[in-house]
């Protein structure tokens, strides 16, 4: 099951025995817990609706006897079960030892009082384990990896118009940009943006820019973006401010050659037939990144960026080895590139 059909379902009041919601997006996983609780129990009920447990210090059968186990003063209830690394291929201490046939077994019988929640930090759970293959059968897996690109952006949309604000053409791209990825540090980019703008405004991209602030690395993204667009005024007033915020030259040159390092990458697959979201896979990179990174290659050749990487690594050198001033070696890289 996918998560936006397990969301559905949720809000339809159709729910199922057992979840496994496992992948890197933890904001995706308690959105999808609260919207049960939400939907099972009034506010002042919740203590009583939700049990949580950590599977490396306790056993899986344990999880089993709590759901069976009657609800106190609530009609139904959610049991939380984080860290269900015996799904995965990874390694456990051997500090808990489960009985997976009895949650076999609860599988074909579960209670109707209780949801079970199974948690798990991982990207893919091992598909060859009986438990899994079990799992899987009774249409209980439910992904919550990083949303591609476009998605990303809907989902900063959708936000939006929960806290009952607009947001101006081009401002979900640029507080993406400015904040990076994170769907928790987005969401409480957007609580700000609610709380300045008041119901029913509408963010603009000067707004963002007096309430965003953006870290090193996503200032990196947008010196780069001006580079590419040669707006020299605007690249070089942020690298002052960065300058100016005592921020380490080698670091903004690392940062810088990270970037150009990832354009070469996305150049390099995309010229070998990759589709943005297998790059993302094959890089490790969120595919956000890689749209980004895609749209600044365009105005490099796949020589260029080879070029300008082995320019940053002899900066690099100079810069380490004193044969050069930090501030005017980046300045006189920027108006090359520039150029």
Not at 166 to 181: C, D
Not at 249 to 255: C, E, G, N, R, W
Request: glycine share 6%; aromatic share 8%.
């Amino acid at each position: 099951m996918d998560y936006k059909t397990a969301v559905k379902q949720i809000d339809k009041g159709q729910f199922a025995p057992v979840y496994v919601c496992y992948g890197s997006e933890s904001y995706l996983i308690r959105e999808l817990i609260n919207r049960l609780t939400d939907k099972l129990a009034l506010p002042e009920h919740k203590a009583f609706a939700v049990s949580r447990y950590d599977l490396t210090e306790t056993p899986v059968e344990a999880v089993i006897e709590e759901a069976e186990t009657l609800p106190f003063m609530v009609p139904n209830k959610v049991v939380v079960a984080n860290n269900a690394l015996f799904l995965t291929g990874a390694k456990e201490n051997g500090k808990v030892e489960h009985k997976l046939d009895r949650l076999t077994d609860y599988l074909k019988t579960p209670v109707d009082f209780s949801i079970i929640v199974f948690t798990v930090d991982a990207d893919k759970l091992d598909e060859r384990k009986k438990i899994v293959k079990a799992l899987k059968e009774a249409n209980a897996l439910i992904p919550c990896t990083a949303l591609s690109a476009d998605e990303l952006a809907h989902w900063v949309n959708q936000e939006a118009d929960k806290a009952d604000i607009s947001l101006a053409p081009g401002v979900a791209e640029q507080l993406i940009l400015y904040t990076g990825t994170n769907l928790q540090a987005l969401a409480q980019e957007l609580e700000k943006c609610a709380l300045y703008i008041g119901r029913g405004g509408t963010i603009t991209s000067a707004d963002l820019e007096q309430l965003v602030t953006r870290s090193i690395e996503q200032n990196i993204f947008q010196l780069i973006e001006h580079i590419v667009q040669v707006e020299l005024d605007q690249a070089f007033t942020l690298l002052n401010e960065l300058l100016r915020r005592k921020e380490e030259p080698i670091k903004i040159v690392m940062l810088i050659a990270r970037q150009f390092r990832i354009m070469f990458q996305v150049k390099d697959l995309m010229q070998q037939g990759y589709s943005q979201q297998q790059i993302a896979g094959q890089i490790g990179l969120h595919p956000y990144g890689v749209k980004i990174a895609a749209g600044q290659a365009v105005k490099f050749e796949l020589k260029r960026l080879a070029h300008i990487l082995q320019q940053l690594g002899d900066l690099d050198y100079q810069m380490k080895s004193g044969k050069i001033d930090k501030v005017l070696g980046l300045e006189m890289f920027l108006l090359k590139l520039a150029s």
